[in-house]
């Protein structure tokens, strides 16, 4: 069974910094590319970083690129998302994904319960 349990979110004042883990287990999580997502209040879910399985290949939504890295570490099964330069519009549920993608307009894969990341001041 796929789980991926995210953590590191929480209320932080605008331009500060936070680090998001998120700890995957149930599958091969080394033979995967992954993502973060995340959901604004009142809006829907929006791609923000993928990750290949080796980790040497990364995108980012341009809203957050240059402000955020992704990275992972194959050997403790465990994605991360570094925050910069966060922005009010930063604020959002964060989620680790495996298998993201869009169909017909719905959110497919596998995603855990989330960490809330708020930027105010």
């Known amino acids: 069974e796929v789980q991926l349990v995210e953590s590191g979110g929480g209320l932080v004042q605008p331009g500060g910094s936070l680090r998001l883990s998120c700890a995957a287990s149930?599958?091969?999580?080394?033979?995967?590319?992954m993502s973060w997502v995340r959901q604004a209040p009142g809006k829907g879910i929006e791609w923000v970083s993928g990750i290949n399985s080796g980790g040497g290949i990364t995108n980012y939504a341009d809203s957050v690129k240059g402000r955020f890295t992704i990275s992972r570490d194959n050997a403790k099964n465990t994605l991360y998302l570094q925050l910069n330069s966060l922005k009010t519009e930063d604020t959002a549920m964060y989620y680790c994904a495996k298998d993201w993608a869009v169909i017909r307009g719905k959110p497919s894969g596998y995603w855990g319960q989330g960490t809330q990341v708020t930027v105010s001041s």
């Open positions: 149930g599958f091969t999580f080394s033979s995967y590319t």
